[in-house]
Structure formats: structure tokens, C-alpha cells
Nanobody, 120 residues
Framework: QVQLVESGGGLVQDGGSLRLSCAAS????????MAWFRQAPGKEREFVAT????????NYADSVKGRFTISRDNAKNTVYLRMNSLKAEDTAVYYC?????????????WGQGTQVTVSS
């Protein structure tokens, strides 16, 4: 079982930066692919970024590539999302997700989300 708790969301001006954190409980964090998703009002939840269990490989949605950076600290059981050059269209609830064990498979565990609002 993995529990995920996001933090770091808030209100920021267009062009600003935020860093989201996702703290995970459970002993399998270091063996789990992790990801960030987001859901804007009236829209489907969409993929933002993912990182392998070792942190050696990352992947991003085209809409955030070059602006967002996903990273992890397995010693702290935490995954991060650094967001730079934020735009109004980045406004959404951001969710952390974990596969559980391994780098393949569906995301079985989800956090409760943290709101990010970018004012133009």
C-alpha cells in the first residue's frame, strides 16, 4: 500500500515558478515509477510528467516540455515537480501517482491533489 500527499500548490503570476512535492509512505517507493497528472476545470485529467524508479529516465507532455522538471529523492520518499514559466493554461489540480512496484503497469495509487492557479 502506498499513500501519497501532495503539497506546494498555490497562486502564482504568469511567468512565475512553483515546486510541487509528493511525499509517499510505504516501503516500495524507491521501486515505483512515479508521475504527475493534472486536471483543469471542465477537462479530462491529463499526463504531465513521469520518472522511473531509479530516476534515470523522465518523460514529459509536450505542453510542459522545457518548462517543468520532475525529480525524486528516494531517501526522502519524495517526488518533485519544478514548474517554471507558468502560464494561465497550467491552472489545474495537480495529482501525484505511483505504479506501486516497478516501472511498468498502470498507476494504482493517487494523491488527493494540490491546486495550482496561474493569474494572467
Amino acid at each position: 500500500q502506498v499513500q501519497l500527499v501532495e503539497s506546494g500548490g498555490g497562486l502564482v503570476q504568469d511567468g512565475g515558478s512553483l515546486r510541487l512535492s509528493c511525499a509517499a509512505s510505504g516501503r516500495t517507493f524507491s521501486r515505483s515509477r512515479m508521475a504527475w497528472f493534472r486536471q483543469a476545470p471542465g477537462k479530462e485529467r491529463e499526463f504531465v510528467a513521469t520518472i522511473t524508479s531509479s530516476g534515470s529516465s523522465t518523460n514529459y507532455a509536450d505542453s510542459v516540455k522545457g518548462r517543468f522538471t520532475i525529480s525524486r529523492d528516494n531517501a526522502k520518499n519524495t517526488v518533485y515537480l519544478r514548474m517554471n514559466s507558468l502560464k494561465a493554461e497550467d491552472t489545474a489540480v495537480y495529482y501525484c501517482a505511483a505504479v506501486g512496484v516497478g516501472d511498468f503497469g498502470s498507476y494504482r495509487y493517487w494523491g488527493q491533489g494540490t491546486q495550482v492557479t496561474v493569474s494572467s
